[in-house]
T-cell receptor, first 114, second 114 residues
Framework: DAKTTQPNSMESNEEEPVHLPCNHS???????IHWYRQLPSQGPEYVIH???SNVNNRMASLAIAEDRKSSTLILHRATLRDAAVYYC???????????????FGQGTILTVHP | DAGVTQSPTHLIKTRGQQVTLRCSPK?????VSWYQQALGQGPQFIFQ???????QRGNFPDRFSGHQFPNYSSELNVNALLLGDSALYLC?????????????FGPGTRLTVT
């Protein structure tokens, strides 16, 4: 499995933007970039995913480098509820709409200060 | 919509015993994946079930086995428990159809082996 590298921890202030980086230099052409987050005492939850183009949804934005060897998850205005472990995951496509397993790394612990 | 549910919430077992954990997927989902999360680590993929068959398997010994029922619910069985099996066991459901990229996680079962 292609690996991802994330900082162990990051800090932010409430209502400020947060940029969470992820390096994935061995990414293959069939790998999608997924982001999940895990709030304290909960299971992980899906945040966003993309292949080549930048993506936006109601939770966050995903900026993908042109060579796809890195990406950045952007939280536009951090809130206290965004404090969580954020995981950057490369996920194979198995053909059609079928996706392979999620391979989690250590993730980035995001602390949000009031 | 109840989302993914898991039972029991917590469980304490003795080394050498066997344990069965249960998962009900989100309504409309037909695929169930199981993950093991040790304290301070990211979740590790155990296996995935679809159409009552194991479709993918992670690097876990044969002591870990599973089953999927016709109603899509699933069980994870672990035999000959070891102290190292103490972890949070997460169930995730998804659909092989549209929007299959997202996995929905349950709150997990905390297993303690003494």
């Amino acid at each position: 499995d292609a690996k991802t590298t994330q900082p162990n921890s990051m800090e932010s202030n409430e209502e400020e933007p947060v940029h969470l980086p992820c390096n994935h230099s061995t990414i293959s052409g069939t790998d999608y970039i997924h982001w999940y987050r895990q709030l304290p005492s909960q299971g992980p939850e899906y945040v966003i995913h993309g292949l080549t183009s930048n993506v936006n949804n109601r939770m966050a934005s995903l900026a993908i480098a042109e060579d796809r060897k890195s990406s950045t998850l952007i939280l536009h205005r951090a809130t206290l509820r965004d404090a969580a472990v954020y995981y950057c995951i490369l996920r194979h496509t198995l053909g059609g709409t079928s996706y392979g397993k999620l391979t989690f790394g250590q993730g980035t612990i995001l602390t949000v200060h009031p | 919509d109840a989302g993914v549910t898991q039972s029991p919430t917590h469980l304490i077992k003795t080394r050498g015993q066997q344990v069965t954990l249960r998962c009900s997927p989100k309504s409309g989902h037909d695929t169930v994946s199981w993950y093991q999360q040790a304290l301070g680590q990211g979740p590790q993929f155990i296996f995935q079930y679809y159409e009552e068959e194991e479709r993918q398997r992670g690097n876990f010994p044969d002591r870990f086995s599973g089953h999927q029922f016709p109603n899509y619910s699933s069980e994870l069985n672990v035999n000959a428990l070891l102290l190292g099996d103490s972890a949070l066991y997460l169930c995730a459901s998804s659909s092989q159809g549209r929007n299959s990229y997202e996995q929905y996680f349950g709150p997990g079962t905390r297993l303690t082996v003494t």
